[in-house]
């Protein structure tokens, strides 16, 4: 019997995450997205699948579109998180709100999709879940505070979640974009990249899809930079 396989997007109305959801149709997934503009929504419509106006920082939105999958299709094969942009400032002169919005924006919406879909992929003995990190994870730009600070927390949340469910067949890893066209292109930003050119949304998808497939099954805990050779000195 041929397994239907389904996979839920979070923050996947635009960009980076729109173009996960639509290569992942594309591969014959049925889709389910969550995005708190409304594009998701509509997006899921033309693909044929679910789709639910909310944020991934709400617990509720989250378990609704989880259960409204698992009505459907009675499983969830991939995850993929994805999220917008968090505050940014001087790092001494930002706020502690700004910074629980930060750890919201960037750490807690993985935590919180994954507390609920594990434990599901677990019962199916397979899943992979797929975090849209950041290529400056591991060497900050202060462009970016909270963003580098707490995607670098999640590279470890990363490691530890392999460690814990690896052996259920259950797969975690991080794909770090630089600079994507999903963001304004400014000639000195091109110019810091080897290949001389923004990335497309549509390769980070396309990494994203080879980390969802049975050929990546022996890849967990992993940092996967698609950057153009930008962090490429840093080990």
Do not use: C
């Amino acid at each position: 019997m041929t397994v239907e396989k389904v996979a839920l997007v979070m923050g996947g109305g635009s960009g980076m995450g729109a173009a996960a959801a639509r290569r992942l149709h594309n591969d014959g997934y049925h889709v389910a997205i969550l995005s708190s503009s409304g594009k998701g929504e509509a997006l899921a419509r033309q693909l044929g699948g679910i789709g639910i106006t909310g944020s991934n920082q709400s617990n509720e939105d989250i378990r609704l579109l989880v259960d409204e999958t698992v009505k459907k299709w009675n499983r969830i094969d991939v995850l993929v998180n994805s999220a917008g942009h968090g505050p940014r400032g001087p790092i001494l002169e930002m706020t502690d709100e700004q910074w629980h919005e930060g750890m919201d924006v960037y750490f807690m919406n993985v935590v919180r999709a994954t507390r609920l879909v594990a434990p599901i992929m677990q019962a199916q003995k397979s899943g992979s879940i797929i975090n849209i990190s950041t290529a400056w994870a591991f060497e900050p730009a202060s462009m970016f505070p909270t963003s580098a600070i707490f995607r670098a927390g999640l590279a470890s949340f990363t490691k530890l979640f392999a460690d814990q469910l690896a052996a259920d067949n259950v797969r975690m890893n991080n794909v770090l974009p630089g600079w994507i066209d999903s963001l304004p292109e400014l000639d000195e930003r091109r110019q810091a990249v080897p290949m001389q050119r923004y990335g497309r949304s549509e390769e980070i998808a396309a990494t994203i899809a080879f980390l969802a497939s049975d050929g990546a099954g022996y890849i967990t805990g992993q940092n996967i930079r698609v950057d153009g050779g930008l962090t490429r000195s840093i080990s």
